[in-house]
């Protein structure tokens, strides 16, 4: 496995892999790596011959009051992972080497930039899709590799990917959870083991949206107040926002008629967590969309 920090050098080493006949499989990440990111590894290992990881801790996407200078940063560990994962190659810039003096293009999605994390977080997938676009230049893979973890933010670059006609396919991996349902996340780092105990709210709030979807609720506004109601009444947990929304346009969706995205983002201490779960009606049946609601984690 190489481990390269410059754009120069990242490009040449994977021309060499895709003259030799190799398909480019790319995994962007933020590093402090975890089983979240190794199914993404995984995933790209199984379709590609060619496995690039970049690990970038993006100032851009932090907005000035957020954690980016303590934002986790474990590179020997991450390499330790990369390595055991068969990964071939990570590319690991400096800020400076992605941002450098004299920089000033950003990419911006507009409206789906604009909602849910979008509003609380101004700016912030302005820099996320400035950084994916830059990475998808940087490695022209064949298939890049998100997590629907962020659901946004992959809806987000799918459309920045059909937009700007960036001739590489998406693949968008199922959300990796502890056995207690807390979706891994760099950021449970900064749990205390209280508010641990307490994340799982996420987990139990989207739960408890599809067990009322499955009793035939389809009034998303009651939907919604009692995931609301179960989020507050967690001792230390502030609520971001809970929505239930069209998973293409991620607009609210008054009434549930097909699958619909339930977004929460939730603050514990000095974390913020978001989740999402996709609500799947009895009557629509979905190819290929397993219910989570309904296996017995
Ligand atoms: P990050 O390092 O947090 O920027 O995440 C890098 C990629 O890993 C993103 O595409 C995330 O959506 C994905 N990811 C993060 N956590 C998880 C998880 N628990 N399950 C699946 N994918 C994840």
């Keep these: 496995m190489q481990i390269v920090a410059t754009i120069t050098e990242t490009r040449c080493i994977i021309q060499k892999a895709r003259n030799e006949g190799r398909r480019i499989g790319f995994v962007p990440t933020m590093g402090a790596l975890h089983e979240g990111h190794a199914s993404l590894i995984r995933a790209a290992r199984r379709e590609t011959d060619f496995v690039v990881v970049s690990i970038f801790v993006n100032p851009t996407q932090f907005g000035p009051n957020e954690d980016y ?9 991450d390499w330790a992972l990369c390595r055991r994962e068969g ?17 000033c293009t950003w990419v911006e999605v507009t409206r789906l930039q604009d909602v849910l994390c979008g509003r609380s977080r101004p700016g912030h997938f302005r820099g996320v899709a400035t950084v994916v676009l830059k990475l998808l230049n940087i490695v022209q893979p064949d298939i890049a590799y998100f997590g629907q973890k962020d659901a946004q933010q992959a809806r987000i670059i799918r459309q920045l990917v059909h937009d700007l006609n960036v001739p590489i396919e998406i693949r968008v991996c199922p959300i990796v959870r ?40 389809c ?32 607009q609210p969706v008054a009434q549930i008629t097909g699958p619909a995205l339930a977004a929460l983002a939730v603050r514990l201490g000095s974390a913020r967590l978001i989740d999402n779960q996709l609500l799947i009606p009895q009557t629509s049946s979905v190819p290929g969309v397993r219910n989570e609601a309904q296996s017995d984690i």
């Design 69 to 77: 200078q303590r934002y986790p940063r474990t590179p020997e560990a």
């Design 87 to 103: 990964v071939d190659l990570v590319f690991s810039p400096s800020v400076e080497e992605m941002y450098p003096p004299g920089f």
């Design 219 to 250: 009034d998303t506004s009651r939907i919604r107040q009692r995931m609301v109601d179960l989020i507050t009444a967690t001792p230390g947990a502030t609520l971001d926002y809970a929505e239930i929304v069209d998973p293409e346009t991620l």
């Design 178 to 217: 502890e056995a207690d349902g807390l979706a891994l996340s760099s950021r449970n780092a900064y749990l205390s083991p209280q508010e641990r105990q307490h994340a799982t709210v996420l987990y139990r709030a989207l739960q408890l949206a599809q067990e009322l979807v499955n009793q035939g609720e």
